[in-house]
């Protein structure tokens, strides 16, 4: 499913906890010519129930994307049930995102809270 600058996965198999207002992701920035082969693998494992209910990468030459890099988000529905936060990282690792990724809330995006703009520490998590 695409929709303006980004292309989403949901969960397909399996029950996950509704999306509430402490809702946030793990960010995982990737090289342009990486972008699709991580993106599948994150796709996968998103329908097939192994990670939260949605995940979504930004489509190539968008806005949301740089030249270069571009990002998938794989989101939780609140990143105080630590538990679900750290089961989802651990599938990216199984899937190989090993190297360290951070975990913002939504209600920082909503703010417009991003780390080339803020002096505070936005990630929540990074590991």
């Known amino acids: 499913m695409t929709n303006g600058y980004w292309i989403y996965a949901h969960r397909k198999d399996g029950e996950y906890p509704e999306h509430t207002s ?8 990737v090289g342009g010519h990486n972008l699709s082969r991580i993106w599948r693998r994150i796709r996968s494992a998103t329908e097939e129930g192994k990670l ?6 930004s489509k190539h030459g968008s806005r949301a994307q740089s030249p270069n890099n571009g ?9 105080k049930d ?3 936060v750290k089961r989802i990282r651990e599938e990216l690792r199984k899937i190989g995102i090993i ?3 951070s975990y ?3 209600e920082d995006t909503e703010r417009g809270v991003y780390r ?6 936005i990630s929540k998590y990074y590991e």
Do not use: M, P, Q
């Open 52 to 57: 939260g209910g949605l995940a979504k990468a």
């Open 116 to 121: 080339a703009n803020s002096s505070e520490d």
């Open 104 to 106: 913002k809330t939504d």
């Open 82 to 84: 630590i538990h679900d």
């Open 99 to 101: 190297r360290k990724i």
């Open 71 to 79: 990002v998938i988000c794989v989101y939780t529905y609140d990143w």
């Open 22 to 29: 402490r809702g946030g992701k793990w960010l995982i920035f």
